[in-house]
């Protein structure tokens, strides 16, 4: 069974650091796509970083552009996003998305979901 996995969510005051985890199971990265979208009540879902393992680019929405990286390590198949400044608007459920065969010009598209992690900053 394809399944994606994140960890590393939970509670952190504002101007703290997390990493996120997105771990593949059933297959591998290698040739996929994976992007991070988060979901607020007030915001609705919006993709915010996103790699191709294909090509190596990277793109970032700009509220997250310079705080968060995108990274990966494909020997664990795993994907991260390393967030840092973090303040109380980034307080989200956060998904990674993955799609073997579409590019990060399609995030928006991509089939696979995990099943989020919160992130809460505390103010």
């Known amino acids: 069974e394809v399944q994606l996995v994140e960890s590393g969510g939970g509670l952190v005051q504002a101007g703290g650091s997390l990493r996120l985890s997105c771990a593949a199971s059933?297959?591998?990265?290698?040739?996929?796509?994976i992007a991070w979208f988060r979901e607020t009540p007030r915001k609705g879902l919006e993709g915010i970083s996103c790699?191709?393992?294909?090509?190596?680019?990277?793109w970032y929405e700009d509220s997250v552009k310079g705080r968060f990286t995108i990274s990966n390590d494909n020997g664990l198949d795993t994907v991260y996003l390393q967030m840092n400044s973090l303040n109380a608007e980034d307080t989200a459920v956060y998904y990674c998305?993955?799609?073997?065969?579409?590019?990060?010009?399609?995030?928006?598209?991509?089939?696979?979901w995990g099943q989020g992690t919160q992130v809460t900053v505390s103010s």
């Open positions: 059933g297959f591998t990265f290698d040739d996929y796509s």
């Open positions: 790699m191709s393992n294909r090509d190596g680019t990277t």
């Open positions: 998305v993955a799609d073997r065969y579409l590019g990060c010009n399609n995030y928006a598209l991509f089939k696979t």
